[in-house]
């Protein structure tokens, strides 16, 4: 999958910390966090690393593009996985590559 991929030799919720405050320096939000490790132990009984997927925008980029483009919806927000690689040693975070990923598609 055409993804941007980062390892950070950091723990899972300082990883978590890091990425929020980049994000929003950038000018995204945080709408939602999914927390998918969470989900699967409620719902299924299984055991995973920790995996949080953060859904982030821009709103006036958001407000621009469904402007121009009402359908483009389906492809918001923009998610930004963190998991767990090690244990207590290593988290990785990946976006998608946007661009990439339509060009895969068509």
Do not use: W
């Not at 055409?2 to 978590?16: A, H, S, V, Y």
């Not at 945080?30 to 690393?49: A, G, Q």
């Amino acid at each position: 999958m055409p993804t941007f991929n980062i390892k950070l030799n950091d723990n899972f919720e300082n990883t978590i910390t890091r990425v929020t405050q980049v994000l929003q320096q950038e000018g995204f939000g945080i709408l939602n966090e999914i927390h998918l490790d969470t989900v699967f132990k409620n719902k299924l009984n299984i055991d995973m690393l920790r995996y949080r997927i953060l859904s982030a925008c821009i709103p006036s980029i958001a407000h621009r593009l469904i402007y121009q483009h009402p359908d483009i919806g389906a492809l918001f927000p923009c998610n930004v996985l963190v998991r767990v690689v090690k244990i207590g040693k290593e988290a990785k975070t990946q976006m998608m590559r946007v661009r990439d990923a339509l060009e895969s598609t068509s």
